[in-house]
Nanobody, 116 residues
Framework: QVQLVESGGGLVQAGGSLRLSCVAS????????MGWYRQSSGKQRELVAT???????TYADSVRGRFTITGDKAKNTIYLQIDSLKPEDTAVYYC??????????WGQGTQVTVSS
């Protein structure tokens, strides 16, 4: 199995920045790619960004240019740098991993709240 633990959320003013972290443990070798989703109150969970083992990255159009996903293989960690935060970025941010053998796995989520 693979376990994912997110951290780094919090309350921040609009225009500020945050860096979310997601540490993976367990059967790390099974991970094919990882990413971040977010879910705002009353809305469906949406994809934010992904990164694969070759460090290829994808972003949702709504966050491109403000969000940056990176990975540190030595630490089994991915990060999501969020700049120029907007109130509409308020959501629970979930780390996800697509694995071979264990399917798609999720962390518990970390709350990001942006005040105007």
């Amino acid at each position: 199995q693979v376990q994912l633990v997110e951290s780094g959320g919090g309350l921040v003013q609009a225009g500020g920045s945050l860096r979310l972290s997601c540490v993976a443990s367990g059967s790390i070798f099974s991970i094919r790619h990882m990413g971040w989703y977010r879910q705002s109150s009353g809305k469906q969970r949406e994809l934010v960004a992904t990164i694969d083992t070759a460090r290829r990255k994808t972003y949702a159009d709504s966050v491109r240019g403000r969000f940056t996903i990176t990975g540190d293989k030595a630490k089994n960690t991915i990060y999501l740098q969020i700049d120029s935060l907007k109130p509409e970025d308020t959501a629970v941010y979930y780390c996800t991993a697509s694995t071979k053998g264990y399917g798609n796995l999720w962390g518990q989520g970390t709350q990001v709240t942006v005040s105007s």
